[in-house]
């Protein structure tokens, strides 16, 4: 049995930072290079088959990772207790992924419309089977990031040289996705194992669902809504548009949806000790909640402006001219990584430690409801555009919504000075790209320019009017360099 001793919430905080990078780096050499080499329409069947197959694993995964996270944590000192716990809730996951198999076959079957994606469809379903087996909630629980990092990256690394070698032409979709397959759950396979360290997951029919089945449940509801306004707009878009345009679309997406987990990784992997603090009533959870608050600011104003200052680069450069009509659906995308790096601090920091699914479930329901009615009213004439608008409009009324109810329990403002400060820096920045505007070169030459040059000016404004955040992250990554 594992130590319980934790790593620092620093330490963690790194690892996942690390991971997120790469989740962003690695998903970027592969897609620029496939992007190229696919072309727009492949990127379009990939990303509507990915989206089906979606729906089925929200089914099979039924909100558990999110439930054993947070009651697992609260446990973990206890190995009797959680060894218990744990099997339980990974028998109910395997029940509930045979039951989503069951009715993607049956939808496969019955539903002509897919038949030309039914292949691409089961291919990349069998990433629910690994993710079930892989119980990545138990490494979470015991926050084993580094090992996560470790495995996540030598996987990636693998599947870029597979890519190199065997995807040439367009032609190539289907081992494209083996090999997308293999990076995302190749490790998963492995993890089965990896947890035994820490406890042996057993199936058992005692599942003690009167402890386990309403919260999951309301957590599944919850996850059900959130995946019905992030992942709706592209299910919907094929309707009225073109593979093309949906391929067009999910890029955009995609570096959307990079971008903002990278930029809310401090809260991941402090939700443990959330939950473990809100069940040991710690004192120190207000100011964990406020320290990572002012951070999350730093952060996520930057690279929100940021990508509207370099996003045509990006595109192009990632996946070519084919694909900077998707620019302006990037630049709407864009506020939306500010307003969910809040919403998932309000959630996963307070919310859910505190038990308070049902609000998230209300939350979510109305924003769900008004992002499928928008999608329908919007998309036929204003086609991408509208579809990357709906989905801000979504993420607006979740961070209202949980921000309101986030403060009856926990009460933790963002400083003046702090909001001063990072506007101050993000000004400069936006000069320094206006003025990189003018140099006459390729868009790598102009991309790299803009990420290096503002990133220097905008860190350096911070440093030079003593932001304390800023200082305390720079000291913290400079005695971890040292270490």
């Known amino acids: 049995m594992a130590s319980n001793k934790m790593r620092s919430l620093k ?3 790194l690892l996942n930072a690390v991971t997120q990078l790469c989740k962003i780096l690695f998903p970027v050499i592969t897609f620029s290079y496939s992007a190229h080499i696919l072309g727009a329409s492949n990127i379009g069947i990939l990303n509507f088959s990915a989206s089906i197959v979606g729906y089925f694993s929200m089914l099979a995964m039924l909100g558990i990772g999110t439930y054993a996270v947070r009651e697992g944590a609260s446990c973990r000192n206890d190995a009797d207790s959680l060894s218990r716990f744990a099997s339980e ?3 109910i996951n395997v029940l509930s992924m045979v039951i989503s198999y069951i009715l993607m076959i049956i939808l496969m079957i019955s539903w002509d419309f897919l038949a030309d994606y039914n292949i691409y469809i089961f291919i990349q379903s069998l990433a629910i089977i690994m993710a079930t087996l892989g119980a990545n909630w138990v490494n979470v629980i015991y926050e084993d990031f580094l090992y996560l990092t470790i495995r996540y990256i030598s996987f990636q690394v693998l599947s870029i ?35 035994r360290r820490y406890l042996k997951l057993k199936l058992t029919v005692h599942l003690n669902l009167k402890k386990h089945l309403k919260p999951i449940l309301i957590l599944f509801a919850n996850e059900v809504a959130v995946f019905i306004y992030v992942n709706s707009d592209i299910t919907i878009l094929k309707m009225f548009a073109s593979d093309k345009d949906v391929g067009i679309y999910a890029t955009a997406s995609n570096l959307y949806n990079v971008t903002k987990r990278m930029v809310y990784s401090f809260i991941v992997v402090a939700m443990p000790r959330f939950s473990f603090m809100a069940a040991n009533n710690t004192e120190k959870m207000e100011d964990l909640y406020m320290r990572i608050k002012n951070m999350e600011l730093i952060v996520a104003l930057p690279v929100t402006v940021g990508i509207i200052l370099a996003g045509k680069e990006i595109l192009s450069v990632l996946a070519g001219e084919e694909f900077t009509s998707g620019y302006m659906a990037l630049c709407i995308l864009s506020p939306a990584v500010l307003l969910v790096a809040y919403s998932n601090l309000c959630v996963l920091g307070v919310l859910l430690p505190y038990k ?5 479930l209300f939350v979510t329901c109305i924003a769900s409801c008004v992002n499928i009615a928008l999608n329908f009213l919007l998309i036929p004439q204003y086609g991408i555009e509208a579809a990357a608008f709906t989905t801000v409009i979504a993420e607006l009324i979740v961070l209202i919504v949980c921000n309101y109810k986030a403060e009856k329990f926990i009460h933790a403002s963002i400083k003046r000075r702090n909001v001063i400060t990072v506007i101050g820096g993000t000004i400069g920045m936006i000069i320094s790209c206006l003025l990189i505007n003018n140099i006459q070169c390729n868009d790598l030459i102009m991309l790299i320019l803009k990420i290096v040059i503002s990133g220097i000016v905008y860190w350096g404004i911070l440093s030079a009017i003593k932001n304390e955040y800023a200082i305390l992250i720079s000291k913290s990554i400079i005695e971890k360099m040292h270490r």
């Open 161 to 195: 040289v597979l890519l190199l070698l065997f995807v040439k032409s367009r032609e190539d979709l289907l081992v494209y996705i083996l090999i997308k397959l293999f990076a995302s759950s190749g490790g998963e396979f492995l993890n089965f194992y990896y947890i």
């Open 356 to 360: 308070q699914e049902k609000i998230l």
């Open 11 to 13: 330490v963690n905080a």
């Open 89 to 91: 809730v990974f028998s």
